[in-house]
């Protein structure tokens, strides 16, 4: 009985059958009607997994994980956005991160390979954002050129750079990663292109606008706008 109490599977049910209780405590309407949605899927889900032969670590994550990412489980409120974004699209790293709360509760899970891939092509498509950025700021810059906003838009970009490899070192490391990992890795992420996106509208590089006065060097070529992602297509991707 102790070894049954003490199972991984065990103590991960406990805690989120306890956080439905907290959420229908403070939410009953919505969590019932939360439940009568999400409750089959997440039985189709387990019953294909044991199906496709595996783990039962494995059906159990794929029973559990959707239905803590639509209660809500585990799940911290996103960063502010630029108020000039517009409203934040619903993040679904929130569903990540409790996939990533699985990982820690259940180590060795099957499940683990897909998920921290999940993480890791967010982490390069970041990557390919900030490589994007840099090289429409140095064309930018080619035509207008200013050393001190050069200056710092390079350590804005080093930052992001920092931030996007830390996503990666997450989705590498299979044994140990916790939920906390994860959000702080995604949070310095945000915090860092949400600072990138506003040097790059206050410095009319986004827009490709001319600057007010400051040198320009006509035998460069003209810039182009550049077709960068909002903040909160960000937020939803990594």
């Not at 229908?24 to 919505?30: R, T």
């Not at 496709?52 to 239905?67: D, N, Q, R, S, Y």
């Not at 967010?122 to 050069?150: C, K």
């Not at 009319?204 to 006065?213: R, T, Y």
Request: hydrophobic share 50%.
């Amino acid at each position: 009985m102790k070894e049954l109490l003490t199972h991984p599977i065990a103590l991960a049910l406990l805690g989120v059958l306890l956080g439905v209780g907290i959420r229908y405590y403070s939410k009953p309407e919505s969590t019932k009607a939360e439940l009568k949605r999400i409750v089959p899927l997440a039985i189709m889900l387990a019953s294909g997994a044991l199906v496709a032969g595996a783990t039962l670590e494995a059906a159990f994550a794929a029973f559990i994980v959707p239905l803590s990412s639509a209660l809500g489980l585990g799940r911290k409120p996103a960063p502010p956005t630029d108020p000039d974004d517009g409203p934040p699209t619903k993040p679904a790293a929130g569903a990540v991160a409790t996939l990533v709360l699985m990982l820690a509760l259940l180590p060795g899970c099957a499940a683990a390979g897909p998920i921290l891939r999940t993480i890791a092509e967010g982490a390069n498509w970041f990557s390919t954002v900030v490589d994007a950025a840099h090289t429409g700021a140095s064309a930018y810059f080619a035509r207008h050129p200013n050393e001190d906003a050069e200056v710092m838009l390079a350590d804005i970009l080093e930052d992001n750079q920092d931030a996007s490899e830390a996503l990666a070192i997450v989705a590498g490391v299979a044994e140990g990663v916790t939920e906390k990992d994860y959000e702080e890795a995604r949070a310095d992420a945000i915090a860092a292109y949400i600072r990138l996106m506003r040097f790059m509208v206050t410095k009319c590089i986004l827009h490709a606008c001319p600057p007010d006065g400051g040198a320009e060097n006509t035998d460069a070529p003209m810039p182009v706008p550049l077709d960068l992602p909002t903040i909160s297509e960000v937020m939803a991707r990594i």
